[in-house]
């Protein structure tokens, strides 16, 4: 009732892509990256990814072809060097993205506005 969402950047495309490609029933991907473990003793998660979370499950969502997991996040596990002042800095992260509907990876582009500022302009006075 464990598991972990772990953030690879773009220079993990190769190996994020590998672990896609190939069925767990039929190949080993337990050693394409090293894992380690939080407080829970129980969520594998990938020392090589900038950014890690540990997830106690909380609710299954079934949905038609596939199913949901909601979790709630434990431990958040992070590289020092993508921590700025205490916060994420997400171009060194460099998170990977994965769209489905192009099967294309992208990696973040610039910065497009500042939440709760942004839509002021809209608000009637």
Not at 43 to 72: F, K, W
Not at 104 to 122: E, F, I, N, Q, V
């Amino acid at each position: 009732k464990t598991f972990s969402v772990n953030i690879p950047s773009s220079e993990l495309l190769d190996k994020t892509d590998y672990c896609g490609l190939v069925s767990g029933e039929k190949v080993d991907k337990s050693e394409t990256f090293e894992i380690f473990y939080g407080s829970l003793k129980t969520a594998p998660m990938i020392r090589e990814c900038p950014v890690s979370l540990e997830c106690r499950l909380v609710q299954i969502v079934p949905l038609p072809t596939n199913s949901l997991y909601i979790g709630e996040i434990v431990g958040a596990y992070a590289d020092g060097r993508v921590i700025k002042d205490g916060k994420p800095d997400f171009p060194g992260i460099d998170p990977l993205f994965l769209t489905m509907p192009d099967n294309r990876y992208w990696t973040l582009g610039k910065h497009a506005g500042d939440a709760w500022s942004a839509g002021k302009k809209l608000i009637r006075r």
